[in-house]
């Protein structure tokens, strides 16, 4: 992709305005933690006070939106301590330029690398960069810093107080989550009606587990519904590929896929029965039809064989999940235990190792952190030097925008400019209209913040208006000249953007030379999953409790990584370093195949006594084998070979003593094995496409 198309496609995505499901009690909550902060401070202090002191609830309930499963009050409470300490260290420094530059450059450092503990932690830790480029326009003074310190973390408790004594919708994400994983799974089962070998995207299922990791006290007072069902979700997942698939499962054609058809259509109804049941915390409503194959004594009529023991499970897994989101039967019905989610103290040593492993040049983190910290300070240096009042607007705008991948920080900077535009011409031309006085300042600043929490999940140029209009109120309010305010904030935030997006050009982190080790990574996950699986089969009553299941994470993970690394390689102006289109499209559905032969034999794995298959562990640790070579022929741009795993499977006998299921599984996975390693083949130079491009979601 050009410079030139990829500077258009993130503009156009930068402003792009969404429908999404808005929260106006949330966001009304928000914002009445912002008004209690400013009308505290004007009542006790000054206008200016109360503006800047203003910005430790505003970031606070920033934080409160972002996507995370820890309580919202834990949320405020972190962002307001970062901030705290930020504002009061930032005061200290304040009146030595040199020393406040190294402690700024110091500072961004830090937040960049905070980054690798996931996007909510970098994003608080970006604001508490923001507070303390903020704090410089004030006095400078210990008693001072300390004070305002305290406003800033007074506001953080203000939001983390509204929040305790005004609860909205209690365990709402989590019921979303939960909720939308078995909708996911009952779009799964309509189009495996159509489409036998339809691919499923595991997304809603690793969201669900997410929100299934609570705390110790979370644990004892979740809703009773919440218990178990992630489990019987992840259960239902494989048993549905199973049923549909036309090589271990139904028949392609005939009565047998008819009946097939008709179990997948039911079993579509009561998913998302359930998943409506769990969302509202309601009574599930099954159809009549639904109802009378969930009580159906023999519900695989028609079926034969391996289709005919999924159906069966299926039923017997539906009628479960819809006990379990009724709150009745046993608790230990699926077998589930607390996923605890470890304190801030036991996640600490976690934490250093993972940002530790971040250390490293090619590391897209590292590199973000080393341009944050460079551009906030050489934005903080032109701020102070240009003829402009409010220089801080310049870095400010830089590392509210910067981001470690090229895509998000391009359009992230297109917006932010264009909403900041929009949201001060709109503030002006009230202020001019209406000529506010101090306390109608203080309430129109209210109502933009207000309108900024509403419409956050809308549009980064939306909130980006809204919080404009917010900056010019605060100011108005200070006594600040709308002239001079208009024209700094356009200029300076359009400087801080080009300041983002020259440092992302000069010192870039591109996802397209590292496109063939997330392949190699995913490749690796997805042969230990399946070999696993395989292990399960090949030895049940010594079957590991919990290694497929720690495999298929693994291969989710993977699969994620890669997916997120093609999207962010599609939108790069890089020249071809890593794999054509077609070859990403062309691995993508190979691996997708394998991963589905897991999926299938997943589904059908042997009780304790069950015999042994004493092939499939030979050949899962041919597989591992292959696999580890593999691996390394794809980093090094050479195809794989996988003859090996043939020879092996060739020593298979044809018609084994154990399930036909895995000797089948074995032939698909070594085709598929196959495909992929021609997908992987050099090609000519005239064949070669810029890389990028989105596969077909992997079957995990």
Wanted: charge should be positive; charged fraction near 20%; include cysteine.
């Amino acid at each position: 992709m050009t410079w030139l198309r990829a500077l258009r496609e993130t503009a156009r995505s930068g402003l792009r305005v969404e429908r999404t499901r808005l929260e106006p009690l949330v966001a009304l909550r928000a914002a009445c933690g912002v008004a209690i902060v400013i009308g505290l401070a004007l009542w006790l202090w000054s206008p200016p006070v109360a503006a800047s002191s203003a910005f430790g609830a505003f970031a606070a309930g920033v934080a409160t939106f972002q996507r995370s499963w820890r309580p919202r009050p834990v949320l405020a409470l972190a962002a307001g301590a970062g901030l705290a300490l930020s504002t009061f260290l930032g005061y200290l420094a304040a009146s030595h330029v040199a020393l406040f530059v190294l402690l700024l450059a110091v500072w961004a450092f830090a937040a960049g690398m905070a980054w690798a503990l996931g996007p909510t932690t970098g994003m608080v830790s970006a604001l508490t960069v923001a507070v303390m480029l903020v704090t410089v326009t004030l006095p400078t003074s210990v008693l001072s810093a300390l004070q305002h310190a305290a406003l800033v973390g007074l506001g953080a408790l203000v939001q983390a107080a509204l929040i305790v004594v005004f609860p909205i919708r209690r365990w709402g994400a989590q019921r979303d989550a939960l909720a939308d994983a078995f909708a996911a799974e009952a779009d799964y089962a309509r189009r495996l009606r159509h489409d036998p070998l339809a691919p499923f995207d595991p997304a809603a299922l690793m969201a669900a587990r997410s929100a299934a990791v609570v705390t110790a006290w979370q644990a004892r007072r979740r809703p009773e519904e919440l218990h178990g069902n992630r489990v019987l979700a992840e259960r239902i997942r494989p048993v549905l590929a199973s049923l549909a698939d036309p090589t271990v499962g139904a028949a392609a054609e005939g009565p047998e896929r008819d009946r097939a058809r008709e179990v997948l259509a039911v079993a579509a109804t009561v998913l998302d029965a359930v998943a409506r049941a769990i969302r509202y915390g309601v009574a599930v409503r099954v159809p009549e039809r639904a109802d009378a194959l969930l009580r159906d004594d023999a519900p695989g009529t028609d079926l034969t064989g391996a289709a005919r023991r999924s159906a069966t499970r299926l039923v017997s897994l539906l009628s479960a999940a819809v006990e379990r989101a009724e709150g009745s039967g046993p608790s230990d019905a699926t077998g589930t235990a607390h996923l605890l989610r470890p304190s801030v103290g036991e996640l600490l040593p976690t934490a250093v190792r993972t940002v530790r492993r971040q250390v490293r040049w090619d590391s897209p983190v590292l590199r973000h952190a080393m341009r944050l910290s460079a551009v906030a300070a050489a934005g903080y240096l032109l701020g102070t030097v240009l003829p402009l009042g409010h220089g801080y607007w310049a870095p400010l705008a830089a590392v509210m925008v910067m981001r470690p991948d090229f895509t998000q920080t391009y359009e992230r900077g297109v917006a932010r400019f264009a909403g900041s535009l929009v949201g001060v011409a709109l503030a002006t031309g009230i202020t001019q209209a209406a000529h506010p006085g101090t306390y109608a300042f203080a309430a129109l600043a209210v109502v933009s913040i207000g309108l900024m929490y509403l419409l956050l999940r809308v549009g980064y140029v939306v909130a980006q208006a809204c919080v404009g209009g917010y900056v010019v109120f605060l100011l108005g309010m200070g006594g600040t000249q709308l002239e001079q305010t208009v024209r700094d904030r356009v200029l300076l935030t359009l400087l801080g953007g080009v300041l983002a997006m020259a440092a992302y050009a000069v010192f870039p982190a591109w996802e397209t030379p590292r496109l063939r080790d997330r392949l190699a990574e995913w490749i690796e996950a997805t042969a230990g999953y399946v070999a696993a699986v395989m292990d399960a089969h090949a030895e049940p009553s010594r079957r590991r409790p919990g290694a497929v299941r720690r495999a298929l994470l693994d291969l989710r993970a993977a699969g994620a990584a890669w997916d997120q690394a093609v999207a962010r390689a599609d939108a790069e102006p890089v020249r071809h370093r890593g794999m054509s289109r077609s070859a990403v499209r062309d691995a993508d559905a190979a691996l997708s195949a394998v991963g589905r032969v897991g999926l299938v034999m997943e589904a059908h794995q042997p009780q304790k006594d069950a015999s042994p298959v004493p092939q499939a562990a030979r050949f899962a640790g041919a597989l591992r084998q292959a696999t580890a070579v593999a691996a390394g022929e794809v980093k090094a741009r050479r195809a794989p070979d996988w003859r090996a795993l043939r020879t092996e499977l060739d020593r298979w006998p044809s018609d084994p003593a154990g399930d036909r299921v895995v000797r089948r599984g074995a032939e698909l996975l070594v085709d598929t094995l196959d495909e992929l390693a021609e997908a992987l083949r050099p090609r000519s130079a005239g064949q070669r496409h810029p890389a990028g491009g989105q596969g077909r979601p992997a079957a995990r």
